[in-house]
């Protein structure tokens, strides 16, 4: 599903964020994506969402060189990934609902499809009837499974999650994990960005470890640390 081919990324400032990096991600996996801040793993996702371009090497996504691609197919591509933030990136004066909407609409469907949908997704990821609630009206956990079903509207192949239990508590966290779990266990594809070294070791999934631009470590069912 995803392979990049000694991909290295230097920003115009000659800072070196990715080093002749070479990995494969197969379609259904859930990946960890770790390692110290500035290691790359933003880059990395960037690159995947093609925000941004390699200064050398090829990225490929659903088969396709997304390094070559024209740019009005890059909308397209996009449609294929759900990204889930940190920060959830809600739209504030729409309701859960409305920001689940809102995915849908911009990819074209009809207001039928939308009124079938919406509370389909908002079932699955556990908020049935908080669809009206505004986003401040919700708690943390709660604006994050909105992010999730705003990603999985529109049945992506993949989930790009950066970070996301980064603000929110353990037990929360954990509720969080057990959903891109079931996402997962549906057939999407999961790459994740953490420093949540108790998921990471808890879950027993594939680690990718970045370092200075570099893998360094790649693990089936790995940890968080390999250094004690
Ligand atoms: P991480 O997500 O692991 O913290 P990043 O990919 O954000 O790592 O950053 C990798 C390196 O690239 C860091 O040294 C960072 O300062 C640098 N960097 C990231 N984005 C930019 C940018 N837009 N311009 C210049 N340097 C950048
Ligand atoms: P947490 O356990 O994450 O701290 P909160 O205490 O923030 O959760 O929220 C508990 C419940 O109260 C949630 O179901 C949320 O939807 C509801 N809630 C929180 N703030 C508001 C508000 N301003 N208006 C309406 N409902 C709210």
Not at 43 to 63: A, C, D, H
Not at 122 to 128: A, D, N, R, W
Not at 171 to 184: G, R
Not at 191 to 209: N, Q, W
């Amino acid at each position: 599903m995803i392979q990049f081919y000694n991909v290295s990324k230097v920003y115009d400032n000659g800072v070196k964020a990715l080093s002749d990096l070479t990995l494969h991600i197969k379609k259904g996996e859930f990946v960890f994506l770790v390692g110290p801040s500035g290691a790359g793993k933003s880059t990395l996702i960037k690159l995947i969402f093609r925000e941004e371009l390699p200064t050398r090497g090829q990225v490929m996504f659903n088969g396709k060189n997304i390094v070559r691609m024209k740019g009005r197919e890059v909308p397209y591509m996009r449609r294929k990934i759900g990204m889930v933030f940190q920060d959830f990136r809600l739209l504030p004066q729409k309701t859960a609902a409305e920001n689940v909407a809102f995915a849908l609409e911009i990819t074209g469907a009809s207001g039928k499809e939308i009124k079938r949908m919406v509370p389909e997704v908002l079932e699955q990821v556990g908020l049935k009837d908080k669809g009206h609630l505004l986003p401040s009206q919700m708690s943390g956990g709660e604006q994050q499974r909105v992010c999730i079903a705003r990603a999985i509207v529109n049945n992506p192949l993949l989930i790009i999650a950066d970070e996301p239990t980064g603000n929110l508590d353990p037990d929360t966290s954990w509720e969080i994990m057990k959903l891109f779990q079931d996402i997962n266990r549906r057939g999407t594809t999961i790459l994740m960005a953490t420093h949540d070294s108790g998921i990471v070791d808890t879950m027993k999934k594939r680690v990718i470890a970045l370092s200075n631009g570099c893998v360094v470590r790649d693990e089936e069912s790995g940890v968080y640390r390999c250094e004690l």
